[in-house]
């Protein structure tokens, strides 16, 4: 086991409108965790859920001792969840998946493993198990945000992705949509991280719908663009502090009566550049 897995990792899990898989989402993700780290957290977002998401994740806690579920009031899109999960995130790697599981959570250890020695790891679909139609529109947008925003990876949305949490600073997510890996994927080049990708196993959708749809690809283009004519050409990047649990409140959490009283919150996030500039491959 090594020192990543001994030291402990925080899984985010944001979910809207997911209760035909939640409770199945948090077991694996109990399961495959233990085998693989002394020390973990799981961190269910319901964004708002207009179903029966968060009745489903507060049953599936009483068989699930290291989750918690944090809630928004209303629905505030996958990269806010994301960032509600950062933000309340506790230990010294934090990793993001979605709540469908399409993913195999022991993949996982892999990552960890790799965050030793790289600040950023994520995964790409080796074996993708989604519909032609996805699969072309997705390659098609790698190409773009390769093109224009230097993403470096093959997979940019492949929701397997496991960060050092002092990194985790500078790339704190302003995108509240799906844009939110290119985001987080292009800061990491602009302050000169170093990225390791990896294969993971994927799967088919275990139940639910996608919550992504045709409607979304002008919008992410959109909004890709704007944030390339912006932030790429022009340079205007707007700050995103550092945000510390400690110091600002995190949405409601749910979980059973006479569990224990979380641990205290570790140092202070730090944002800011590396000391050494390394450009991944």
Known sequence: MGTFTRTGLSLVIPAFNEAAVISRAIAEAEAALGRSFE???????????????ATEASRALEAAPHTRLLRHPTNRGYGAALRTGFEAARFDLVAFTDADCQFDLTDLAQLAEHAGSVPVV?????????PWRRRFLSWGYNVLARALLGTRVRDVDCALKVFRRDTLAGLMPESRGFFVNTEMLTRARQLGLEVTELPVTHRPRAGGESKVSLREVPRTA???????????????????????????PVPRAAGLPGRAPAPSSPPALRAGLP???????
Request: hydrophobic letters at 40%; charged letters at 35%.
């Open 39 to 53: 020390r973990f957290e799981i961190l269910v977002v319901d964004d708002g859920s207009s179903d029966a998401t």
């Open 275 to 281: 000391e050494r500039h390394r450009a991944g491959a």
């Open 222 to 248: 959109r909004t890709l663009l704007n944030f390339w004519w912006h932030e790429v050409v022009r340079g205007d990047r707007r700050t995103t502090p550092a945000v510390v649990q400690a110091r600002l």
């Open 122 to 130: 994520v995964g790409f679909r080796a074996d993708r198990q989604d």
